[in-house]
């Protein structure tokens, strides 16, 4: 069993930037990809990024790319998601997800845990 808690949400103003952390706890936290999905009110979930169990070549959703980051501290059992250039549009309850997994994982219907979610909210 894996528990995930995000944090670091809340009210920015479009520009700024937030990191999102997420914390796992349960064992074997190195073995499994981490994704950072989003749920804007009235539109189904979506994926934002993820990224491996080492940590290297996240993977974004075009719509955050060159903006978001994601990085992993497999020591700390955290996952992080830097979030720049914030626009009005990235408004959304943010989720992180874990999955067993050596690869990179894009759906939501693919992830095993789930996070209760952070709200960020950005004003134009």
């Known amino acids: 069993q894996v528990q995930l808690v995000e944090s670091g949400g809340g009210l920015v103003q479009a520009g700024d930037s937030l990191r999102l952390t997420c914390v796992a706890s349960?064992?074997?936290?190195?073995?499994?990809?981490m994704g950072w999905f989003r749920q804007a009110p009235g539109k189904e979930r979506e994926f934002v990024g993820a990224i491996r169990w080492s940590g290297d070549t996240p993977y974004y959703a075009d719509s955050v790319k060159g903006r978001f980051t994601i990085s992993r501290d497999n020591a700390k059992n955290t996952v992080y998601l830097q979030m720049n250039s914030l626009k009005p549009e990235d408004t959304a309850v943010y989720y992180c997800?874990?999955?067993?997994?050596?690869?990179?994982?894009?759906?939501?219907?693919?992830?095993?845990?789930w996070g209760q979610g952070t709200q960020v909210t950005v004003s134009s």
């Open positions: 349960g064992r074997a936290f190195s073995t499994y990809s």
């Open positions: 997800a874990a999955v067993l997994s050596f690869r990179i994982v894009t759906t939501t219907r693919e992830y095993d845990y």
